[in-house]
């Protein structure tokens, strides 16, 4: 039987190929307002890419046929995609509630299997996991499991627009506004200029298009509406005098979705079919769009849906006002400013992420976009619904993994900095969608496995429900989501302080995850719990998933603290503590634990067989396999999560975590956004901002970003995908600042790259604003401005590595002492408003200006495998990543590059093609005779971007001596860039 992993399980046809464009000629947030003159133009506007483009946004010169990279908005419930030829435009539009249906809503049922699971658990005893899952599918399919159903987040609309005149085009540029939500795309024609603009209103929830032609009576074109061509959906066009539409259906029981397109000409005329309109001679059309999802027991009210259009005024300028106040103060109240240079900051998206894949280097203007543009992001698609997979946009009939709400890392990403992005209210669609999904979470717990509580299901659409299962992702695969989803509940309080959300809603969830807990573990011999059977995130089944656990302890640690405060369910607060002592300790590889004879499991994704090397063990279970190259980081969740572990208060633990990081980011050869951002967040907990640094810049070298900087789920904008928007916000802001209610950490993990910047508006737990925070490490300073909700008392470290540090609060000089965990600062009486922190230090030399040496030098090689075809030695440094070069299928091979003359060398990257180097020494040389080794790699597997910094040596020569290969194949690398100054 073939293993099958969670993407086999849920992915069906279709998937995003590499994508690209063609070039052309209620939480108190911060207001807007609320910060100083002198902040507010240290960070906002920046310096944009000229006058005809703003200056917090995504500008390019290129068109694209691909909606992927089309540019975007969002109001949160209603999305659209600009995309296509200038004189074709296509105006895709979504709805963040359409999922098609196959099956009656009294067909998705829950098997009942729940007295079957002691012989569940005996079978895994005695015969282990695989049998066990055998004999598990078995038992469902004959109790009642739901019939196998595809439901897929797909399209609103197509609109096809042909405009007269509109080909040839030269001046092409679109705009994407990250501070209004508006794009804009403007180019001369065969007959003159055209302009179209859009939004997605947040005022009007209606998607807002405006198109002009060359002058008075300009604008001739057709606009047509794409059939539906999904057998899932029945359906069925329809007009009135001034709009045309469709009233689709989903499967009977389902409902369906209703569209309307309302067209208002200034000058000119327009007339209506079925599914298309015309527009004749006209100064200007105006678009009016909406989609509406309907379910029984409502009704389908097309009617209603085309006087609601009739009833907004048709003026574009009208209708953007109301929406860009709405829109911009949200975006407004958090930014940064890292020192982008102005000549970099006035360059198009285009130019910079060209120029990022080119040299393998990170520009500082172009992470401000990003920061921008994910923010913007989680904004334009965070509504009743929190983003799924694609965000709120998506063109694709069958997308990837559905494009629902994946919980064992996904979701958790994108929302994952909504609060300290200081948007605390876009996290209400998470907290309804969650809650909605609850009644059906309880019956899943008591069907499938006779708990109270609440049990998630294997997948999650608008409604928060249903019960899917396949053989190799069954029900007891997914035991910790509902606690995870739990961290954001009792996060929100420790953010607001709001004690009605953490009564009314925090504890009550957090209940239905502890009752599980109660009912579901089994007790050991010794007396502590086991959890069987047991699940880590796609890699593995075998009692015991660290995972597991980790959540548990978080949640019931939560729930008793949170009860203890509001002084309720005291009963309660003493069953959990006493559930928490019994749960096992962590487990380490050592010497009695690693290695051996396995448990019974089910490996899902490889897995090799432990080391005695103090690694943070994936299961409380010993002699259990490991699996280094996977993906996913569960096993850390302590670490970047719950923040259980740290140096002071579990030392060895803390050291264990850090050792099985290191372990992970040497072996992981994926490219998935998600490793990325769920490593990071590990790294800058651990203080290591450079590795931090390391993840973004692959992610900008290896193409991630489409040119509206919607992430992708892989390299080579492969998937559109938008798990890193929350993740990239999270992963900067934990490495300026970390907080707990009571804690504030001044710049814990620092990369070296930004020694200078701003953050401003952002959020803190412990009802903290951060109205600004600056920095300049060559200058010996460090400022920032806390708004505090309460009076507290609050522990300020400083950051690490500091000498001389003098710290000022409010005026006064603070004397040091040790904070613990390694932390140096003050305890001070915060007040009920703002308090001034003060920072000076000896001055941290800024690092030297790096650029790109290697480009187009020369290379010579000890061999090249021709018969492989244009795998040449110049194809290591011609800046192109698509190329490379390969050596004969041999050990004991070398590269060598002429620099051209003596410069200081501070960092090499290799990017590998899969056929990696094992073992392998980088060697520089002054004269190309005398070699000195400034790194050696040992035991390497990984592909991909290898980033080897801070060599710090002088040469004019670099070598790589390849000893031993990691593949039976050749030495095969796509570029060699060496940086210095």
């Known amino acids: 039987m073939s293993r099958v992993s969670r993407r086999g399980f849920l992915q069906l046809t279709g998937g995003a190929a590499a994508t690209g464009v063609v070039p052309l000629a209620g939480a108190n947030p911060a207001a807007a307002d609320g910060r100083t003159a002198a902040e507010a133009a240290s960070s906002h506007p920046r310096p944009g890419p000229g006058a005809d483009g703003p200056s917090r946004g995504a500008v390019s010169t290129s068109w694209t046929e691909n909606w992927e990279s089309g540019f975007v908005t969002g109001n949160g419930d209603l999305g659209a995609v600009l995309y296509g030829r200038p004189e074709a435009p296509v105006l895709l539009v979504n ?21 079957l699971l002691p012989e569940l658990r005996r079978k895994i005893t005695d015969e282990g996991y695989l049998p066990m899952m055998d004999w598990s599918w078995e038992q469902l399919q004959s109790h009642g499991l739901s019939p196998a159903e595809a439901i897929d987040y797909h399209p609103g609309l197509f609109l096809r627009c042909a405009l007269s005149g509109a080909d040839q085009a030269t001046d092409y540029r679109r705009t994407e506004d990250f501070a209004t939500g508006e794009i804009e795309t403007t180019w001369r024609g065969s007959a003159g200029a055209f302009r179209t603009r859009c939004f997605a209103s947040r005022a009007d929830n209606v998607v807002v298009v405006s198109l002009t032609g060359p002058g008075k009576a300009g604008l001739t074109a057709t606009l047509t509406l794409d059939p539906v061509t999904d057998e899932r959906i029945t359906p069925a066009t329809a007009r009135g005098s ?12 389902n409902g369906g979705y209703d569209g309307a397109i309302r067209a208002v000409v200034r000058g000119g005329t327009v007339s209506f079919t079925d599914g298309a309109l015309t527009i004749s001679g006209a100064d200007e059309a105006i678009l009016l769009v909406r989609i509406d999802r309907w379910r029984p027991p409502g009704r389908s009210d097309l009617t209603g849906l085309a006087a609601s259009l009739h009833r907004l005024a048709p003026d574009y300028e009208r209708l953007l006002r109301p ?64 983003p799924n997979l694609q965000g709120i946009w998506n063109g694709l009939w069958s997308p990837p993994w559905h494009s629902d709400f994946s919980t064992d890392a996904n979701l958790e990403l994108a929302i994952d900095a909504t609060m300290s992005a200081n948007m605390p209210e876009l996290m209400a669609g998470f907290f309804d969608l969650v809650e909605a999904g609850v009644p059906s979470w309880r019956e899943g717990a008591r069907k499938l496995a006779g708990c109270r509580g609440i049990l998630y299901p294997a997948r999650m659409q608008d409604q928060g429900t249903y019960f899917q299962q396949t053989h190799d992702w069954q029900w007891f695969n997914q035991v910790s989501i509902a606690g995870w989803l739990g961290h954001y509940f009792y996060d929100y309080y420790r953010y607001t302080g709001d004690r009605t959300f953490l009564r009314n809603r925090a504890i009550p969830y957090l209940k239905e995850c502890a009752l599980f ?81 396995p448990p019974p499991m089910w490996r899902m994704d490889g897995g090799v067989p432990s080391q005695p090397d103090g690694t943070l063990k994936e299961f409380i279970n010993p002699h259990m396999y490991e699996f280094p190259p996977h993906r996913h980081m569960s096993p850390l969740y302590p670490l970047f999560v719950s923040y259980e572990f740290a140096p002071d208060t579990t030392p060895e633990l803390w050291t264990a975590a850090e050792k099985l990081y290191e372990k992970k980011i040497a072996n992981v050869t994926e490219s998935e956004s998600h490793y990325r951002m ?81 953050v401003r508006g952002v959020l803190a737990r412990g009802r903290l604003t951060v109205r600004a925070l600056s920095w300049d490490l060559p200058a010996g300073t460090l400022s920032a401005r806390l708004e505090s909700g309460a009076a507290q ?79 040449g030695a110049s194809h290591l440094t011609d800046g192109d990543a698509t190329t490379r070069w390969t050596s004969e299928y041999a050990d ?31 060697e520089v040389s002054a004269d190309g005779h005398t070699w000195s080794t400034v790194k050696s790699v040992t035991g390497n597997t990984a592909s991909g971007l290898l980033d080897y910094p801070g060599i710090a040596t002088v040469a004019r020569y670099v070598r790589l001596d390849l000893k031993t290969r990691a593949t039976a194949y050749g030495f095969s690398l796509y570029e060699v860039r060496v940086y210095g100054s």
């Open 892 to 922: 004991g091979q070398w590269v060598r590059i002429d620099l051209g003359a003596v410069h200081d060398v501070n960092d090499v990257k290799l990017t590998w093609e899969a056929a990696t180097g094992g073992d392998y020494d980088i």
């Open 678 to 758: 769920q490593s990071s967040l590990c790294a800058a907990r651990l203080g290591r901002g450079d590795d931090v640094w390391n993840f973004l810049n692959a992610m900008t070298a290896n193409n991630v970003f489409h040119t509206s900087l919607v992430p992708s789920h892989y390299d080579n904008l492969n998937t559109f995908n938008v798990d890193a928007t929350g993740g990239i916000q999270s992963v900067l802001h934990n490495c300026l600042f970390f907080s707990l209610p009571g804690r504030f950490d001044l710049l814990p993990a620092l990369p070296r790259a930004l020694s200078r910047g701003t």
């Open 323 to 386: 929406h860009a106040a709405l829109h911009g103060a949200l975006f407004d109240r958090a930014g940064v400013d890292f020192g982008g240079a102005p000549e970099d900051r006035a360059k198009t998206t285009d130019e910079l992420l060209s120029t990022a894949m080119k040299e393998g280097t990170l520009n500082l203007a172009l992470l401000e976009k990003i920061y921008d543009a994910q923010r913007y992001l989680v904004l334009s698609s965070s509504g009743h619904l929190p």
């Open 95 to 115: 709805n963040s509630r359409l999922y098609t249906s196959q099956l009656a809503p009294e067909k998705r049922t829950i098997a009942e299997t729940a007295a």
């Open 793 to 871: 008392r609050l522990e300020i470290a400083v950051p690490p590595r500091l000498a001389s540090a003098v710290l000022t609060v409010d005026g006064r000089r603070q004397r040091l002492s040790d904070l613990g965990a390694g932390r140096r600062g003050a305890r001070v009486s915060a007040k009920r408003g703002t308090t001034s922190v003060e920072l000076r230090f000896d001055p941290v030399p800024d690092q030297p200006v790096s650029r790109l040496l290697s480009l187009g030098a020369d290379v010579t090689v000890s061999s090249t495998r021709t018969s492989d075809g244009d795998v």
């Open 517 to 597: 807990y109660e009912d579901w573990y089994v007790m050991d011999p010794d007396g502590t719990l086991r959890s069987t059977p047991s699940f880590s995130y796609e890699s593995a089944l075998a009692d015991n998933a660290t995972i597991d656990f980790a959540v548990a302890r978080e949640v019931l640690t939560n729930l008793v603290e949170g009860c203890e405060l509001l002084g309720v369910e005291h009963a309660g607060v003493r069953r959990w503590k006493a559930l928490l002592g019994r749960m096992p300790d962590y487990m380490i590889n050592t010497a009695e634990t690693a290695g051996g004879t």
């Open 242 to 253: 001034d709009w045309t539409g469709f009233h689709n259906l989903y499967a009977p029981g």
